[in-house]
């Protein structure tokens, strides 16, 4: 857990989510700013900054967090849904906890903005 990260003070309950899914090995809550009707985030528990930092040592959670995604999606009903991570400022990554947003529920634009 890193201190000043916000999703690792989600992860331990320091600060409230709406749970999507929760395993060993991620988290999953709605995002506090949706948008789409369906819009949640899925987070290896073990702090990785961004998708840059994904190496050897820790591909297995994101590997992990997309089976967790597919399993999410198909609880829910979701059929047709968009993966995004943003990767560092530029791309527009906010949080710097690596997270994959999961959106549904409308139609979406390509190529995004
Ligand atoms: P990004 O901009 O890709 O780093 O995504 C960060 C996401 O975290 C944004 O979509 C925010 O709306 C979302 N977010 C920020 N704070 C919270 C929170 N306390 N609970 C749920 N989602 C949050
Ligand atoms: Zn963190």
Known sequence: ???????????????????VYEDEQCYAFYDIEPQAPTHFLVVPKEHICCAAKIDESNSSVVAHCFEVIAKICKELGVESYRIVNNCGDQAGQTVKHLHFHVLAGRDMTWPPG
Do not use: H, V
Request: glycine share 6%; proline share 5%.
């Open 1 to 19: 857990m890193k201190n000043d990260c916000l999703f690792c003070a989600i992860i331990a309950g320091e600060i409230p989510s709406k749970k």
